[in-house]
């Protein structure tokens, strides 16, 4: 291209030579050069020339384009803009130069042809094409030159630029349309940019894209609108031939409906149950797998639900319902027909009312709310029922009510007066009246006011009225009785009656609930007016100074101005005067009055009415009290108050008086202070302890209340001295003078008191001074000891007192009792809690007495009994008391002891001499319940005081406890077995003698015992019968004798423990057959045998009963013995039994045996042939039980 630009330019230059003349200079030559750019030209480039002279200046440029001038164009330089769209030559340029001076001119050498070299095209590709609206749509540009393009996009025409947006993505080379929509048709075309040149492509040719509507959706709804409660379906289609599944959406595009209750999706129909409300907008939309994969949503549908028809009730008569009135009901149902109609009232249906028009009537009873009626609708088609009505609410008014009023006259009604009646009926006018007495209905009685007669016409009177108008009738009337009142009756008094002679007597006439009477008095008879007392409310007549003569009947009238004028006489009152003064009775409650009590005077007089007057020590004088009652009492009296009283009474005005009456001592002794004994006390536990209360007044009647002593507690019934409060007994109060304590377990010592009361309110005594009941045993809550530990002391020593606690109790002190029942405690201060210590440094005879320790609780200790003696002689006894098998040394100790240690001694026992000792003591070496007295002891020094031994029997003899029980049962072993030989012996000598039948049976020896268990022990001997003998005796009286054949040793025992019951043998015996001469019949008990038990070995835990040998002897007539036996069974009742027991087995053994040796003496029935096993005597019997050390 250069080169052909310098051929240009040199064509140029020949030019411009050729057109001067020879003889010109050369001009300067103009030269065009391209300044920038310096390389290919694009369209739309601008591209600078400038035009180069030499040699001169001041050059005006002038430029050509295709020889044709620019005149726009004077500069050296200019810009020249290729068009966008040029391609190929763009045109020569050329310039030259003008000026002033010479040479005006230049000439042209090089032209300029300006070429353009397209743009590189771009190249735009559309996927897919066409589109359904919704799918996403990718556009990609590319440019054939080079790289590092950047792309613009177009849209339909140059200058509509595609932007970036939300539905539209640019990214490097393509373009994402997300979701195309119609609107995104058109025509696409794309451009490249960069930075080098050439800085664009040019435009691709355009691609349409067609975004084509998704198939739509069609969404119909039946029925619709539809009414509250029906089903309402909806189907979706799409129009198209494809297979489509179907999404269904509510109220908004993202709300999916899916099954429920109420919604059932069935293919391309939702079906809505129960609509109730106006429900949606819905939509639907088709699904599938192939492009378009959806369709477009319906158009929306919104379920209407249209409201029933409302039933409504009118009711036919218009204003107030009265009565009686009958009333029709209509049920109206708006928009539609071929109802049937359902009526109901209060809730309640009206099974027979099925049509449009009801008829309702109003009992003539009924007011106020007569029901609640609404109706309702059903039919065939649809709407198949009505919504129910709103409830009608029938107010009944009650009818005018009649009332009958007396207008004449006021007030009661009395014979022989005329009655004006009126019918009064209210709210309505123009009424027709009708009459009616006693139900009945008079004639002619319409008016409004009727009169009557009485007393002919008196009854019970009703009206009521009719009208025409509404209301057309009232109520009858309540009947009003016409009641003739009895003229009012007088009544006469008459006081006193009966009256004394020269007493005033007052008749008083009175007519109740009437005034300003005048009255007439009448004695005896009508005509006998006795005077006239004038106008006042009360008729007073007076009989100054009654006499006999005034007796009789009297009775008295009266008469007024006013209704009613008159009254009936009155019944007549008899006056008595009688002839005579009389006199009063004076009596009194009580004989014998103590300080503090009340009593009672009763003064009586033989009629009533009267005031009485007391008198004392005078009836003359001046009266201690008036009274209006007959009795006069003195409370809480004093001695002071005890002398002679008097009584009168007396009445009226001038006031009458009687008699006095006879004189009544009253003596006022102090309050009496009952003395309560105990019959015994100290006491052995459990024994009954009577208490005794006695007050000097005995011929009262007393009521006893006991009471026990505990520690003083403020607000608690408590002796004067406040030294104790006092606690009831249960059942305290008796009606006798004694009361037993019968205590369950260790005896209730402590201190005791009484009281006696009497009358209503109570009168107390005084409380007795407290008795004490004491114990010598120790007590579980305390113990008291002393030392030295004797009863006795001499005068001088020491003597040291000590409360032992064995609880939780505090408080303890010590207290002492004397003969002369006065009480004390110790003065010293306790040392401790658990050991209290009172110590009497130098006994004088003043200190003897019972000690005790009592806690602030009121448990008390044992007590002891302390005698201090100013003599030379003393007895050592035991302080508390002894058990029974102990052994006991009493010692008669002596004041000056070093100069004659050892005295003949005599000791007495309950005042009798009982033993003589050189050595001063005397020691009792098993003590029994007999050993139980007083002792004392005397010698040449003198005499000791006495002191109680008591001896306490031991509850139960345990083995090894005294060598007594060993002799006795050694004993009792030794008769046991001479009674046996003695037996046996008999019975060889009576078989002899008499031949009679001698059967004895022995049982085969127990087993050794093995190692197997004991119930394979049991059944190894199981089956095994008896050896038995009989040898025949002829005779009715029978002697048992049942003998063990196992020995019952201690080597035996453990052979036993694991034996089974041992058996028995019976021998009988036949002494002789008694004479037929009737005896008197022994009187031995026939339900209380007595049993002596012996055991002569010891038992351990388990075990077992031991079988038992009886020897029965029966000295009585008796039948024959039956020779068949089986197991053995113990003698019949009535029996006196010895029962021994050889050993008692260890702890697992079986029953061991025993012996009974039964004698009876008396007549018994025939033995019965068949016996058991072995058993113990009966019930209620007596055991004389001896047990073995």
Sequence with gaps: ??????????????????????????????????????????????????????????????????????????SKAIDITIPITQTGQAGQYRCEGLRTDRPQRSQPIVVVTISVTALPNSTLTVKPNPAFTGEKVTLKCSVTYDSSWNYQWYKDWNFNVVPQSVSHTITGDTLTISRAAESDQGQYWCEGNRVSRPTSSQPGDPVTLTVEGLPKATLTVEPNPVFPGETVTLTCSVESDSIWSYKWYKDRNDNVVSQSGRHTITGDTLTINGATVNEGPYWCQGERDSRPTSSSISDP??????????????????????????????CVIPGYTDWRYYWYKNNQHLPDETS???????????????????????????????????????????????????????????????????????????????????????????????????????????????????????????ALPIIITALPKTTLTVEPNPAFTGETVTLTCSVRSYSIWSYKWFKDRNDNVVSQSGYSDIGVSHISRADVSDQGQYWCEGNRVSRPTSSQPGDPVTLTVEDYQPKTTLTSDKENIFTGDR???????????????????????????????????????????????????????????????????????????????????????????????????????????????????????????????????????????????????????????????????????????????????????????????????????????????????????????????????????????TESTCTITSLTTWHSGVFWCESGSGENSNAVNIT?????????????????????????????????????TDFYKDGTLIKNE?????????????????????????????????????????????????????????????????????????????????????????????????????????????????????????????????????????????????????????????????KEKRNYPKENPVYSEVKTGKATAAAGRFDVTYAEVDLQKRAKAKKKRETATPPEPESVYSLVKPYTAPAAARPVDVTYAEVDLQKKNKAKKKRERATPPEADSVYSRLKPR
């Design 868 to 904: 201090v003696n100013d003599g030379d002689v003393i007895l050592e006894s035991p302080v508390h008391p002894v058990t029974e098998g102990d052994s006991v040394t009493l010692t008669c100790t002596f004041r000056h002891q070093g100069t004659n240690p050892k005295l003949k």
């Design 301 to 330: 549908v919104t379920i209407t639900v249209n409201a029933l028809p409302v039933a409504s009730v009118s009711v036919s008569s218009q204003g107030l319902l009265y009565s009686g009135e009958t009333v029709s009901l209509q």
């Design 918 to 1078: 050189t050595t001063g003591e005397m020691t009792i070496p098993i003590v029994s319940k007999s050993d139980e007295g007083f002792y004392k002891c005397k010698s040449d020094e003198g005499e000791s005081p006495e002191s109680w031994v008591t001896v306490r029997v031991s509850p139960v003899v345990s083995p090894g406890s005294s060598t007594s029980v060993l002799v006795l049962v050694v004993v009792g072993l030794l008769v046991a077995g001479v009674l046996l030989v003695i037996l046996l012996v008999l019975l060889v000598r009576y078989q002899n003698r008499k031949g009679s039948c001698f059967n004895r049976i022995f049982w085969p020896p127990q087993p050794q015992r093995t190692n197997q268990d004991p119930q394979q022990d049991q059944g190894s001997t199981q089956g095994q019968a008896p050896d038995t003998v009989y040898t025949c005796l002829h005779g009715d009286t029978n002697i048992y004798d049942t003998i063990n054949s196992s020995d019952n040793n201690d080597n035996d025992v453990a052979g036993a423990s694991a034996a089974g019951p041992s058996h028995v043998t019976y021998a009988q015996i036949q002494l002789k057959k008694l004479d037929k001469k009737k």
């Design 1 to 74: 291209m250069e080169s052909t630009l310098i051929c240009v330019l040199l064509l140029l230059n020949t030019y411009i030579n050729s057109g001067h003349s020879e003889d010109d200079d050369a001009l300067p030559t103009a030269s065009v050069k391209i300044v920038n750019p310096q390389s290919l030209l694009y369209p739309g480039e601008t591209v600078t020339l400038q035009c180069d002279i030499s040699d001169y200046t001041d050059w005006t440029y002038r430029w050509f384009r295709d020889n044709h001038h620019l005149p726009s164009q004077t």
């Design 599 to 833: 009593v009672t005077l009763s003064c009586t007089v033989e009629s009533p009415g009267w005031k009485f007057y007391w008198y004392r020590h005078r009836p003359d004088s001046t009266p201690v009290t008036t009274t209006s009652g007959y009795s006069y009492t003195l409370s809480w009296v004093s001695v002071s108050d005890g002398g002679q009283y008097w009584c009168r009474a007396g009445r009226g005005d001038p006031v009458y008086y009687t008699l006095y009456s006879d004189p009544v001592q009253i003596n006022i002794t102090d309050q009496p202070q009952p003395v309560l004994s105990i019959s015994s006390q100290w006491l052995n536990p459990g024994d009954s302890v009577t208490l005794s209360c006695e007050v000097d007044k005995t011929s009262i009647v007393w009521r006893f209340s006991w009471y026990r002593t505990v520690p003083y507690r403020a607000g608690l019934p408590s002796l004067s001295d406040k030294s104790y409060s006092l606690q009831p007994l249960s059942d305290n109060v008796t009606s006798e003078d004694s009361y037993t304590q019968i205590p369950a377990g260790p005896t209730p010592t402590g201190g005791y008191v009484c009281r006696a009361g009497r009358g209503d309110p109570v009168y107390d005594t005084f409380y007795s001074e407290p008795q004490f009941l004491w114990s010598g045993d120790l007590q579980p809550s305390a113990s008291l000891t002393v030392n030295p530990n004797t009863t006795q002391h001499f005068t001088s020593k020491s003597l040291s007192l000590i409360c032992e606690l064995k609880g939780n109790s505090t408080g303890w002190r010590l207290k002492r009792h004397t003969e002369t029942a006065r009480r004390s405690e110790c003065p010293s201060t306790w040392r401790s809690i």
């Design 356 to 478: 449009k028009v009801i008829y309702i009537t109003i009992p003539i009873t009924q007011t106020g709310q007569a029901g609640q009626y609404w109706c309702e609708g059903n039919r065939v088609s649809r709407p198949t029922s009505s919504l129910p009505s709103d409830p009608v609410t029938l107010t009944v008014k009650a009818l005018p009510t009649a009332l009958v009023k007396i207008v004449t006259p006021q007030g009661l009604l009395y014979p022989g007066e005329t009655v004006t009646l009126r019918c009064d009926i209210s709210d309505y006018t123009d009424w027709t009246y009708r009459w009616f007495r006693n139900n009945e209905e008079p004639p002619i009685q319409t008016r409004k006011t009727i009169t009557i007669s009485l007393p002919d016409q008196a009854g019970k009177y009703q009206c009521f009225g009719t009208r025409r108008d509404r209301p057309q009738k009232s109520y009858r009337s309540s």
